[in-house]
């Protein structure tokens, strides 16, 4: 089983995050922001990944380092469970709508942190989530798994269903990109030897 557990303590925040990549896409979250919950949900079930998050955070300010630190801690924990990635099939993309939305993910599990996000909301806010959170929440995340990820939301009238087929549609990427490859024989899927660097 591909696990890590990684806990990460500021004067900001306080988290706690699990992680398997060979789980059944169960998600247990805490983190006092009730939508980013609703969306890494979706990372869990659609990516048949085990997701425990805890966080403690300064919402009293607002969410931004909370949001912006869980993507920084997953990020890490992403990297400890895929270990040499020796055998995985490195790349993943998903096509996934919602109704009238429809978003499109690419991931590739290179060793580089890489961040395209296209998605223009309709609005500023879902409920009381500042939707901004979004790509600091997948740049941190990008940055310490060292992944590159492209982000599209090709259309979308609903600032709900666009939030929610981007992290459907990761979730499926991230799926297809840390499965195992039988034909690979535990080979590298790299020219260069690695994806480590």
């Given at each position: 089983?591909?696990?890590?557990?990684?806990?990460?303590?500021?004067s900001e925040t306080q988290i706690k995050i699990?992680?398997?990549?060979?789980?059944?896409?169960?998600?247990?979250?805490?983190?006092?922001?009730?939508?980013?919950?609703?969306?890494?949900?979706?990372?869990?079930?659609?990516?048949?990944?085990?997701?425990?998050?805890?966080?403690?955070?300064?919402?009293?300010?607002?969410?931004?380092?909370?949001?912006?630190?869980?993507?920084?801690?997953?990020?890490?924990?992403?990297?400890?469970?895929?270990?040499?990635?020796?055998?995985?099939?490195?790349?993943?993309?998903?096509?996934?709508?919602?109704?009238?939305?429809?978003?499109?993910?690419?991931?590739?599990?290179?060793?580089?942190?890489?961040?395209?996000?296209?998605?223009?909301?309709?609005?500023?806010?879902?409920?009381?989530?500042?939707?901004?959170?979004?790509?600091?929440?997948?740049?941190?995340?990008?940055?310490?798994?060292?992944?590159?990820?492209?982000?599209?939301?090709?259309?979308?009238?609903?600032?709900?269903?666009?939030?929610?087929?981007?992290?459907?549609?990761?979730?499926?990427?991230?799926?297809?990109?840390?499965?195992?490859?039988?034909?690979?024989?535990?080979?590298?899927?790299?020219?260069?030897?690695?994806?480590?660097?």
């Amino acid at each position: 089983m591909r696990t890590a557990t990684v806990m990460r303590n500021t004067s900001e925040t306080q988290i706690k995050i699990s992680i398997n990549l060979d789980g059944k896409g169960k998600g247990h979250f805490d983190t006092g922001v009730p939508f980013l919950e609703h969306m890494l949900d979706q990372i869990a079930r659609h990516g048949l990944i085990d997701l425990d998050i805890c966080c403690r955070g300064d919402t009293h300010i607002d969410d931004h380092h909370t949001v912006e630190d869980i993507g920084i801690t997953l990020g890490q924990a992403l990297k400890i469970a895929l270990a040499d990635k020796c055998g995985i099939c490195r790349y993943g993309h998903s096509y996934i709508p919602l109704d009238e939305s429809l978003s499109r993910v690419v991931v590739d599990l290179s060793g580089r942190p890489g961040l395209v996000f296209n998605v223009d909301f309709t609005r500023a806010v879902i409920g009381r989530f500042d939707v901004e959170l979004f790509s600091e929440f997948f740049q941190g995340l990008v940055n310490h798994a060292m992944m590159t990820v492209h982000i599209d939301n090709l259309r979308g009238v609903n600032a709900h269903h666009q939030a929610e087929t981007v992290f459907k549609a990761f979730g499926r990427a991230l799926r297809m990109a840390v499965a195992y490859d039988v034909r690979m024989n535990g080979v590298m899927p790299s020219t260069k030897g690695t994806l480590t660097t």
